[in-house]
């Protein structure tokens, strides 16, 4: 089962752009043997689920919210398993650690914070090029001599799923 990371904007900042892209990317990417890992809240998390929950390749247990927070309450509508952690930002490590490549759409300092873990953990982000923000500007960049090409610039769904 591959497990894809969402980064990317929550509600306050997500332009309404990112947000249709987001639900049309989920609906590209659900297949039954992917599983989606976000930080389980509104924005781009919640369009990435929402499209893949409208998908025909979705399924039970397939979208998973790492959340801030100690309970589940703030969950997107269309994650089926919300963990609450209680740990605040440092989620961000969860999702990185658990997801076996990463989608990278808009983002602000938190999705600045997950890209930066992801390289230290040599792991690919597939960037979109299209929105701005953090996984814009990152593309194609190598952030330190440690790694090299691991911040891949995408402009489309169809370049995201050739690379998953």
Excluded: H
């Amino acid at each position: 089962m591959k497990k894809i990371g969402i980064i990317g904007p929550n509600t306050p900042v997500c332009s309404e752009d990112l947000y249709y892209f987001g639900i049309d990317l989920g609906r590209e990417i659900a297949t039954p043997d992917r599983i989606i890992i976000c930080g389980g809240r509104g924005g781009f998390m919640e369009a990435v689920c929402k499209g893949v929950k409208q998908s025909s390749g979705t399924f039970p247990s397939q979208t998973i919210g790492i959340l801030p927070e100690d309970t589940a309450e703030k969950a997107n509508p269309y994650i089926d398993i919300a963990i609450p952690t209680g740990i605040g930002l440092a989620r961000n490590l969860i999702i990185i650690n658990t997801a076996d490549i990463i989608i990278a759409a808009g983002g602000g300092a938190g999705t600045l914070s997950e890209i930066a873990f992801a390289w230290q953990k040599n792991k690919k982000v597939l960037c979109v090029t299209s929105f701005g923000g953090w996984a814009a500007d990152l593309a194609g960049i190598d952030l330190d001599k440690r790694a090299m090409e691991l911040l891949i610039p995408v402009s489309s769904i169809k370049e995201i799923k050739e690379w998953l």
